[in-house]
Antibody, heavy 122, light 113 residues
Framework: QITLKESGPTLVKPTQTLTLTCTFS??????????VGWIRQPPGKALEWLAL???????RYSPSLKNRLTIIKDTSKNQVVLTMANMDPVDTATYYC??????????????WGQGTLVTVSS | DIVMTQSPDSLAVSLGERATINCKSS????????????LAWYQQKPGQPPKLLIY???TRESGVPDRFTGSGSGTDFTLTISSLQAEDVAVYYC?????????FGQGTKLEIK
């Protein structure tokens, strides 16, 4: 049974760096064909894909946010960490992590965490 | 980036009637080597994360009722709910996972008429 859970601060100040942790179970990021991604959703708005890291440490980022994002994995802890620098009030959103797998072809993001709301305000 | 455009933005349908949501991608998401369209549909209810309904444009995720059907290929896709139930009230998103960044449509809000 695959589960994911996001954790991190609920409130950050403008210009600060946000650090979010996705702790998962039911799979390993050392297994070939597995990835974990981050997606965010401002209140009342659409989903926005942010970043993804694969089992082989291949990392992909949203081009519009690439300069601000870093994604890393800790396979021993079953965690993926996303950092976003220089936070702004427009970055206020619910942040989700999600699982992706490959089995003869790539599947979409199939298991999602419940999300964590991050508010950016002074 | 591949731009995903959904229509309509909102939709009101009577219980038991058909609901149709369209999604168009700015470039093809058909992977020629395996003839699969890398297009997914998600359902999101208030306060919940998105739930995967359909992948590869037309494959229903395990446990998804068969009233949900995905169709289309290349750049044009459709999600059809054959007989709307009260529990289907939600926002629906299409997403391409053909190439990163994996982009989403703007969402379609489905309500009961």
């Amino acid at each position: 049974q695959i589960t994911l859970k996001e954790s991190g601060p609920t409130l950050v100040k403008p210009t600060q760096t946000l650090t979010l942790t996705c702790t998962f179970s039911g799979f390993s990021l050392s297994t070939s064909g597995v990835g974990v991604g981050w997606i965010r959703q401002p209140p009342g708005k659409a989903l926005e894909w942010l970043a993804l890291i694969y089992w082989n440490d291949d990392r992909r980022y949203s081009p519009s946010l690439k300069n601000r994002l870093t994604i890393i994995k800790d396979t021993s802890k079953n965690q993926v960490v996303l950092t976003m620098a220089n936070m702004d009030p427009v970055d206020t959103a619910t942040y989700y992590c999600a699982h992706q797998r490959y089995n003869n072809a790539w599947y979409p993001l199939d298991y999602w965490g419940q999300g964590t709301l991050v508010t950016v305000s002074s | 980036d591949i731009v995903m455009t959904q229509s309509p933005d909102s939709l009101a349908v009577s219980l038991g009637e058909r609901a149709t949501i369209n999604c168009k991608s700015s470039q093809s998401v058909l992977y020629s080597s395996n003839n699969k369209n890398y297009l997914a549909w998600y359902q999101q209810k208030p306060g919940q994360p998105p739930k995967l309904l359909i992948y590869w444009a037309s494959t229903r995720e395990s446990g998804v009722p068969d009233r949900f059907t995905g169709s289309g290929s290349g750049t044009d896709f459709t999600l059809t709910i054959s007989s709307l139930q009260a529990e289907d009230v939600a926002v629906y998103y299409c997403q391409q996972y053909y190439t990163t960044p994996y982009t989403f449509g703007q969402g379609t809000k489905l309500e009961i008429k």
